[in-house]
């Protein structure tokens, strides 16, 4: 019965549209296996969901930037420019995108040696070919990961 | 995300990639990949549920243990739900004004407890909340065939405006129902088929697609199979 009204399927659509663009090549798979147990890992987030805070600039359309903010911060707003996807979800609870506290858990569990100090969003929406990211503003990301000594990044897309 | 995935990995530094569109994931290839096939923009699955999401990464943080790449599917699927939320909206207070201008004006209380409550708000990509209602009044004009090049919008940006008044909508709904969490489209369902601003935008997309507008000025102000 649902077919018929006008804000269905939504996702379908996306999953869709997006498997029939065209996406970046890469002609090799780096692999860095850790190389020391996970529970003396840190461990980041790195989220495609246009995270910034109140007093960080916002994501403009067409941003090939990145926002970092603080293990502590949780006043996130979410800028993505996307009309295509839910924003509910993140309103209601913003580990469903950015599972910071969730990952406090683990450490506090000792799952995972600790939580990096500092968490990072870029803007989901891109080009096809994703070249400002892949070439400048994604290795740049990775040098602040790497000045945090940070071992492994979860990566969730919105 | 996989594409970062990549760069990261260049870097030195591994990573696990929770891919939302598994069909792309697989394209771009990244070494480790967990693809949940959950609604868009929930990548952790449920909203308020610590042990689900829990699960999600238990399986996401093995991966590191594979010698090679690795793509996994998590088992469960969680499918979005796309029937419009119970929400009431405030009673017709002006009749002069246009019923959806009306309407924002009377969530503005609403809207005003979620900040309070949260302390932090997605509206003001281009305009503040007080102006809601003025866009609103705009959109409605195009809807009725004001031309755009006559009526102007407060903000400009119309995608930008459209954004600021879902984010507005959203916010005021949410503090309106409570607990009551709506699934991953509900809101959606309901502010483009229940709300009278979320079909004025409908209309006046529609009528700026007929005025021949530039084709970004109406085309992302919703979702792109919404017509």
Same mark, same amino acid.
């Given at each position: 019965?649902?077919?018929?009204?006008?804000?269905?399927?939504?996702?379908?659509?996306?999953?869709?549209?997006?498997?029939?663009?065209?996406?970046?090549?890469?002609?090799?798979?780096?692999?860095?296996?850790?190389?020391?147990?996970?529970?003396?890992?840190?461990?980041?987030?790195?989220?495609?969901?246009?995270?910034?805070?109140?007093?960080?600039?916002? @994501?403009?359309?067409?941003?090939?930037?990145?926002?970092? @903010?603080?293990?502590?911060?949780?006043?996130?707003?979410?800028?993505?420019?996307?009309?295509?996807?839910?924003?509910?979800?993140?309103?209601?609870?913003?580990?469903?995108?950015?599972?910071?506290?969730?990952?406090?858990?683990?450490?506090?569990?000792?799952?995972?040696?600790?939580?990096?100090?500092?968490?990072?969003?870029?803007?989901?929406?891109?080009?096809?070919?994703?070249?400002?990211?892949?070439?400048?503003?994604g290795p740049q990301c990775a040098v602040q990961l790497n000045a945090d000594a940070v071992d492994v990044v979860l990566l969730t897309p919105v | 995300m996989s594409t970062l995935a990549h760069v990261f990995e260049d870097a030195g530094i591994a990573t696990i990639v929770l891919a939302s569109m598994a069909d792309v994931a697989k394209k771009v290839g990244p070494p480790r990949v967990l693809a949940c096939e959950f609604p868009l923009g929930r990548p952790l699955g449920k909203p308020g549920d610590a042990a689900f999401q829990h699960q999600v990464l238990r399986q996401a943080f093995n991966l590191l243990e594979a010698d090679e790449p690795i793509f996994e599917h998590f088992p469960e699927v969680v499918e979005s739900d796309e029937m419009p939320m119970a929400c009431s909206l405030p009673p017709r207070d002006d009749p002069n004004a246009p019923?959806?201008?009306?309407?924002?004006?009377?969530?503005?209380?609403?809207?005003?407890?979620?900040?309070?409550?949260?302390?932090?708000?997605?509206?003001?990509?281009?305009?503040?909340?007080?102006?809601?209602?003025?866009?609103?009044?705009?959109?409605?004009?195009?809807?009725?065939?004001?031309?755009?090049?006559?009526?102007? *919008?407060?903000?400009?940006?119309?995608?930008?405006?459209?954004?600021?008044?879902?984010?507005?909508? *959203?916010?005021?709904?949410?503090?309106?129902?409570?607990d009551l969490a709506p699934g991953s489209r509900s809101f959606d369902a309901w502010f483009y088929e229940v709300t009278e601003a979320g079909k004025t935008i409908l209309e006046a997309r529609r009528s700026l697609k007929t005025q021949e507008a530039p084709f970004p000025f109406w085309f992302y102000m919703v979702a792109g199979h919404l017509e």
């Open positions: 019965m649902t077919e018929d009204r006008a804000a269905t399927r939504g996702d379908d659509a996306m999953r869709v549209l997006a498997s029939t663009m065209d996406a970046p090549e890469f002609t090799s798979t780096s692999f860095n296996k850790l190389g020391k147990p996970l529970a003396e890992c840190r461990v980041a987030i790195v989220t495609s969901a246009s995270l910034h805070r109140p007093d960080q600039d916002r @994501f403009v359309q067409g941003d090939t930037g990145f926002r970092a @903010f603080d293990r502590d911060d949780r006043n996130l707003i979410m800028g993505h420019w996307s009309p295509n996807f839910d924003h509910s979800g993140f309103q209601l609870d913003l580990n469903v995108v950015y599972p910071i506290d969730r990952l406090q858990e683990l450490a506090d569990d000792g799952v995972i040696g600790e939580v990096a100090p500092r968490h990072f969003a870029f803007a989901g929406n891109q080009p096809d070919t994703v070249s400002e990211i892949r070439l400048d503003t | 019923p959806a201008v009306d309407e924002a004006r009377g969530l503005i209380s609403a809207y005003r407890r979620a900040v309070e409550r949260k302390g932090v708000t997605a509206v003001g990509r281009a305009i503040e909340p007080e102006q809601i209602p003025a866009a609103l009044d705009t959109l409605h004009q195009w809807a009725q065939g004001a031309a755009w090049k006559d009526v102007e *919008l407060p903000g400009k940006n119309t995608v930008a405006v459209c954004h600021d008044i879902r984010a507005y909508y *959203l916010e005021a709904a949410l503090e309106l129902v409570g």
